[in-house]
Nanobody, 122 residues
Framework: QVQLVESGGGLVQVGGSLRLSCEVS????????IGWFRQAPGKEREFVAV????????WFGDSVEGRVAISRDNAKNMVYLQMNSLKPEDTAVYYC???????????????WGQGTQVTVSS
């Protein structure tokens, strides 16, 4: 079983940027597909981005397409989510999850981190 820990959240103004990090520990990191999801109060967990184990394939949610980038460093067991041009509607708790499938649905992810809060102020 792997463990995931998110960091990098915070308060940012509209139009600003943040880089979230997901540190993976436990079993071998490289076979895992890592995805980012977010959840705002009263809403379901929403797909943000996913990166394949080889770091070559990525997939982004419609609401963030063109504003975010995802990358991974298998040597450091880290995955990063760079978010730019942030909007108030990006405010949510952001979670990274580990999966064996390249998926955009939360049900496909086996392990989750505790989440990091992102707040975008207008």
């Amino acid at each position: 079983q792997v463990q995931l820990v998110e960091s990098g959240g915070g308060l940012v103004q509209v139009g600003g940027s943040l880089r979230l990090s997901c540190e993976v520990s436990g079993r071998t990191f490289s076979p895992y597909i890592i995805g980012w999801f977010r959840q705002a109060p009263g809403k379901e967990r929403e797909f943000v981005a996913v990166i394949h184990s080889d770091g070559e394939s990525t997939w982004f949610g419609d609401s963030v397409e063109g504003r975010v980038a995802i990358s991974r460093d298998n040597a450091k067991n880290m995955v990063y989510l760079q978010m730019n041009s942030l909007k108030p509607e990006d405010t949510a708790v952001y979670y990274c999850g580990a999966s064996r499938t390249f998926a955009n649905v939360a049900e496909s992810y086996d392990v989750w981190g505790q989440g990091t809060q992102v707040t975008v102020s207008s």
